[in-house]
């Protein structure tokens, strides 16, 4: 219908403007879940919050209500959430244990972990019909694709595409440079998923993410508050410094404007994009120092540079996943509607780190991703700022023309130019990707 | 009956000055080392290493303080306010030197704009008795909705 009301969507995006309809417009937001959430490869969990066979995690994949499940074989599944009889819903908890095999609290049907129907009561009743163990009609419905890297798990709802590594391209560094951290190269979930809703649409929240303007805008209150109390208790402190926590909210107000600029973005295809610099964190404490020797004994001193050199402040993987790969965190992006966007804040720890190394993480865990956060309270406000100056006709479009025309575009990457860092080029490469996705529906 | 009646007393003075936002005052009825936490699951025995929606001494409450009161706070420009009504207040131990712990149940109403929230639970607060008054080593927040999905944040105690 949208379709022949509107016949190009990608009319909608220009090289440094978007229409605000893309993120108002309900009709508009359901093609997005059809061409773009339900088609591409989206982040379901870390195979590590389900350790043992029957442990299933539920995740919303676009509009669908999708399960993760651990099989007695080792294997994970992504079902959709859904029992084949009669549509009721099979596991009705967010997370839990289901046994051996899922049974329906309806009728009793039961399946197997990988969805496979493996018994029905009064089966003789069938006879004759289009019933049958052999009918995948019969069974549950398995996401058409499912890759696992490094632990972390991906589905996609498209039976064509490309792979899970095609997909993900440069941005892979997330996940490797999150799991190299680690000495043993693997890490595993804090058992905790913060939750948090957005009065605003999913784009806008992935916009900000790498928008290296904002902080010193926007976290001026956190940043100063937190700069006076570090002065504080550095002038108290025996070695001169405070706890590293409150140098990780000061950034935000010491690192000024044209700071941020020193910054760089480099934005890749399927509009996944990278901010590099890291507030300045190679401390030289005692800690920090004693997980440098065990990741030297791990990898031997010349890969261990290498590891600690990455230099990495976000990782977007559009449309629904921000990793700060440092920090072992991430967050994953689940639209509920057109104005309404659900973020799950995850938090990992580097098996083989020792201890003070997952508490300064878990600081800014803590301290910004939580749902008291000193940082994500003013985002917020903001995207809901947006998403109402958005719905009026006050204007048609969205600009992102800051450093526009200066970006370095070389083998499919686009880079900012120098001391351009504040560029939105991320935006423009998110929303060259959704054109793509939309304009190309089907 | 006596310690009763002071516990209740200090119980709702702390719940008011929130409502009335007399930060300051509010982080004083802390002791030097007392801690504000709020796990995000009811399981969890210690703030210590954990996840933690809030886990504050006075240096960070004076953080969050001085955030909110800061002009460029953008989410605290909008109109919002609390009301708590702190009650079924029970103490628990209550030792020699009258250092009590008390456990209590909490309701706030939260109006931010039109939007109204709710959120309830209980609070358990460890207090030490000072010629001051009780003043809090660890004050432990479990909220019946804590695991429930944020409809917004919280910018302050609750």
Sequence with gaps: MLAERIPDLSKFVEPDRVRREVYTDPRIH????????????????????????????????????????????????????RCPHRGNMMCGDRSGNTGEFFRCSYHAWTFKHDG???????????????????????????AARVENYRGFVFASLAKDGPSLKEFLGEAIVAFDDMCDRSPSGEVEVVPNCFRVIQHSNWKIFLENQLDALHPSVVHQ???????????????????????LSYHMLSAFATVTIDKWDNFQTINYPYGHCVLTGYMGLRPQDPD????????????????????????????????????????????????????????????????????????????????????ATLINADDLENFWKVHQG??????????????????????GRVETGPNMGTSEAPMRGQMKAWAQYMGNGK | MKSQHAVEQFLYGQADLLDRKLWQEWIDLFAADGVYWMPPDASYKTWDGQPAIFAEDRNLMTVRMNRVLHPDAWSQRPLWGTNH??????????????????????????????????????????????KQGY???LQRVDMTNAQAAYDYVLQVWV
């Design chain 1, 30 to 81: 359901e093609l997005e879940m059809q061409r773009i959430h339900e088609r591409v490869w989206i982040y379901c969990g870390h195979e590590s919050q389900v350790p043992k066979a029957g442990d299933y995690y539920t995740v919303q994949i676009g509009r669908q209500p999708m399960l993760m499940v651990r099989g007695a074989d080792g294997k994970i599944s992504v079902l959709y959430n």
């Design chain 1, 116 to 142: 496979k129907l493996r018994s029905i009561p009064m089966e003789s009743a069938y006879a004759g019909t289009r019933f049958g163990k052999d009918n995948p009609d019969c069974s549950m419905k398995r």
């Design chain 1, 221 to 243: 209150s956190t940043g100063r508050a937190a700069h006076d109390v570090e002065k504080m208790l550095a002038k108290k402190a025996k070695g001169g410094e405070a706890p």
């Design chain 1, 288 to 371: 920090t120092l004693a997980y440098d020797k065990i990741m030297i004994k791990a990898y031997g001193r010349k890969r261990f540079e290498e590891i600690v050199a990455v230099n990495i402040h976000h990782v977007l993987i559009y449309p629904g996943l921000s990793v700060q790969s440092p920090l072992q965190q991430l967050r994953a992006v689940r639209p509920l509607g057109v104005d309404r966007t659900l973020t799950e804040i995850w938090h990992f720890r580097l098996k083989g780190a020792p201890e003070p190394i997952y508490r300064r993480s878990l600081a800014y865990y803590n301290l910004v991703n939580s749902p």
């Design chain 1, 390 to 411: 958005l719905s009026s006709d006050g204007g048609d479009w969205v600009s992102f023309g800051r450093h526009f025309g200066r970006d370095i575009e070389k083998d």
């Design chain 2, 85 to 130: 009504v702190v009650s079924n207040v029970m103490i628990e131990k209550e030792a020699k030197n009258g250092d009590v712990m008390v456990r209590s149940r909490f309701h706030m109403m939260e109006l931010r704009r039109d939007d109204v929230r709710h959120f309830a639970g209980s609070y358990m607060h460890q207090l030490k008795k000072t």
């Design chain 2, 135 to 137: 003043r809090i080593k």
